[in-house]
């Protein structure tokens, strides 16, 4: 569902619109007073739905990107922590992701470090499940836990 976009210039029109109705001019009376304040009450109320609107549209645009991103952003996730942490041989381990699933293949030299793969791998956001294919050292499947 997309939203209007607010411009910037729109929620300046408004706050200045109520800036301007507060700047009573001297010698008015009391009704035109209340009018002013009215109007300038009026023009907050408008810049402040303006705002959130804005934000509504900026966090819809947010989860849109993360949608888009999906199955790709999880893979690329999984596959940096897995390369950034020292207690795995990320290099040695392919992962594909498919509508939330993940499935971990690769030969790591221990069971230490398959279990390390399945803990870093099920701890990334948008994960679903992770299908453990690892092997440890000579091509065995790794434990299945």
């Given at each position: 569902m997309s939203k209007p976009r607010i411009g910037q210039e729109r929620i300046a029109l408004a706050i200045a619109s109520a800036l301007v109705?507060?700047?009573v001019v001297p010698g008015c009376d009391r009704a035109q007073e209340d009018?002013?304040?009215a109007a300038a009450a009026k023009a907050v109320h408008d810049a402040n739905r303006a705002l959130k609107s804005a934000g509504d549209v900026a966090?819809?645009?947010a989860r849109e990107a993360g949608?888009?991103?999906?199955?790709?952003?999880?893979t690329t996730m999984i596959k940096t922590a897995l390369l950034a942490d020292k207690g795995v041989n990320g290099a040695g381990i392919?992962?594909?992701t498919n509508g939330g699933k993940v499935t971990l293949t690769g030969n790591?030299?221990?069971?230490a470090q398959a279990d390390r793969a399945l803990e870093i791998a099920r701890g990334?956001?948008?994960v679903?499940?992770?299908e453990n294919r690892l092997t440890v050292g000579s091509g065995t499947a790794a434990s299945r836990s």
């Open positions: 109705t507060m700047a009018r002013a304040a966090r819809e645009g949608r888009a991103l999906g199955d790709a952003g999880i392919n992962v594909d790591l030299p221990d069971q990334v956001e948008g679903k499940a992770v």
